[in-house]
């Protein structure tokens, strides 16, 4: 390998520079570019040669990515991540120089996910050592990132094709995949709204808009926002690359069990071919009725749904698992008016423990009530009385 000299690293900023090539100055300041290889571009204090050919706008730029050059150089993953904070926050006051510009996007995209990137390797480090608590690193990567955030959300009287808002989601994207990791999903609000209040919002790249989609997704499915959920993970997944099988899992991990709430249960075809044997039998559970299986299966493939924060979802399905049980019920005894005893037999016989007479009352009565069943309850009479006509609704329905 041929490494780079100072110079010629240099002259090739300078070039990128004066040329307002922002993807070659993007690429000039990435550890995923050769350069940040060369040993002799590991500066501890580089200040001085930079200060000599770069302009005084980008050298601060250029001075702290070669000093967190020498500290990745060396091994330091925590020097490397306080230096990028100061690469981001240098970048935010680069971009500020340029009213009216936006080719240096480019350069803001490689700095504030350089900086996540040590952030979670810092992180790691700096827990696992017992000197912070998990999370706190992605916290201040987070405060520099904004710094970014604000230029961009600020340059509101460029004209729509030279502001820096464009370069809005991609931020938005990186603070979704901090906050999700340090589970702070309240920090959200405020990006989407950002994100959303933008005439070209649908006009960003299509991969941005998918990561958009997928993180947007979950933060719906969380607050219990079941159909925006399924809108824009369906997105997602929709116009997810077809080779990209990895994050077409990823997305479906959280989309099924939308899906499933909605009514909508998968086939397993589809759980095959992205590897996804976890809800094979929790689909078949929901469509029996039978509440055992969805509870073995739960507890079963515990770490898997805890992991993926889905187990508490999942546990929504019982009310779905009853109400197809209890429609089996209704089927058996061919009566419009069935006695609740009935109903807590089915339960006890599927293994449900303390439940009693008026719990069975109460979860008929949800039902009712969600539009799942159709009906009344005589407490008098301790029966369930159901409509003569679609007794039991589609679940896509309810």
């Known amino acids: 390998?041929?490494?780079?000299?100072?110079?010629?690293?240099?002259q090739r900023v300078m070039g990128a520079f004066y040329n307002q090539d922002g993807d070659a100055?993007?690429?000039?300041?990435?550890?995923?570019?050769?350069?940040?290889?060369?040993?002799?571009?590991?500066?501890?204090?580089?200040?001085?040669?930079?200060?000599?050919?770069?302009?005084?706008?980008?050298?601060?730029?250029?001075?702290?990515?070669?000093?967190?050059?020498?500290?990745?150089?060396?091994?330091?993953?925590?020097?490397?991540?306080?230096?990028?904070?100061?690469?981001?926050?240098?970048?935010?006051?680069?971009?500020?120089?340029?009213?009216?510009?936006?080719?240096?996007?480019?350069?803001?995209?490689?700095?504030?996910?350089?900086?996540?990137?040590?952030?979670?390797?810092?992180?790691?480090?700096?827990?696992?050592?017992?000197?912070?608590?998990?999370?706190?690193?992605?916290?201040?990567?987070?405060e520099a990132l904004m710094s970014c955030f604000r230029v961009c959300a600020a340059d509101t009287r460029a004209g729509e094709e030279c502001t820096k808002r464009w370069g809005l989601l991609y931020l938005v994207n990186q603070f979704f995949k901090i906050y999700f990791k340090i589970n702070k999903l309240n920090l959200c609000k405020p990006m989407i709204r950002a994100i959303?209040?933008?005439?070209?919002?649908?006009?960003?790249?299509?991969?941005?808009?998918?990561?958009?989609?997928?993180?947007?997704?979950?933060?719906?499915?969380?607050?219990?926002?079941?159909?925006?959920?399924?809108?824009?993970?369906?997105?997602?997944?929709?116009?997810?690359?077809?080779?990209?099988?990895?994050?077409?899992?990823?997305?479906?991990?959280?989309?099924?069990?939308?899906?499933?709430?909605l009514g909508y249960l998968p086939k397993d075809s589809?759980?095959?071919?992205?590897?996804?044997?976890?809800?094979?039998?929790?689909?078949?559970?929901?469509?029996?009725?039978?509440?055992?299986?969805?509870?073995?299966?739960?507890?079963?493939?515990?770490?898997?749904?805890?992991?993926a924060g889905i187990y508490l979802i999942l546990e929504k399905l019982k009310i779905l698992a009853f109400r197809n049980l209890f429609k089996k019920v209704f089927l058996i005894m061919g009566s419009h008016q069935i006695e609740i005893t009935y109903f807590l037999q089915s339960l006890k016989w599927m293994c449900v423990e303390d439940v009693d007479l008026d719990e069975t009352e109460c979860i008929l009565a949800n039902m009712i009530y969600e539009g799942r069943m159709k009906g009344y309850i005589s407490h008098a009479h301790r029966k369930l009385v159901v409509s003569k006509k679609d007794a039991f609704p589609p679940l896509s329905a309810c």
């Open 196 to 261: 959303e209040a933008q005439t070209f919002k649908d006009r960003y790249s299509l991969s941005q808009l998918i990561t958009y989609k997928y993180y947007t997704g979950r933060k719906y499915m969380f607050d219990s926002d079941f159909k925006s959920a399924d809108a824009t993970l369906s997105f997602a997944f929709e116009r997810c690359h077809i080779g990209s099988r990895k994050n077409k899992r990823r997305i479906l991990i959280y989309l099924i069990p939308v899906k499933m709430l």
């Open 1 to 10: 390998m041929v490494f780079m000299s100072l110079n010629d690293y240099l």
């Open 25 to 142: 100055l993007g690429e000039l300041i990435s550890f995923r570019d050769p350069h940040a290889m060369s040993p002799q571009l590991m500066l501890e204090k580089p200040e001085r040669d930079v200060e000599r050919c770069i302009d005084p706008s980008l050298s601060e730029v250029i001075a702290a990515h070669l000093r967190a050059v020498w500290a990745a150089g060396n091994g330091d993953c925590i020097e490397a991540w306080k230096t990028q904070m100061l690469v981001v926050q240098a970048v935010s006051r680069f971009m500020s120089e340029f009213k009216e510009e936006n080719w240096m996007l480019p350069v803001m995209y490689t700095a504030c996910l350089d900086l996540r990137l040590y952030a979670l390797a810092a992180d790691y480090k700096l827990t696992r050592s017992g000197v912070s608590k998990a999370g706190e690193t992605l916290e201040k990567a987070a």
């Open 270 to 307: 589809l759980m095959q071919r992205y590897n996804l044997p976890e809800f094979r039998d929790v689909v078949a559970a929901v469509r029996q009725g039978n509440v055992r299986l969805l509870s073995e299966t739960l507890a079963k493939h515990e770490s898997f749904f805890i992991g």
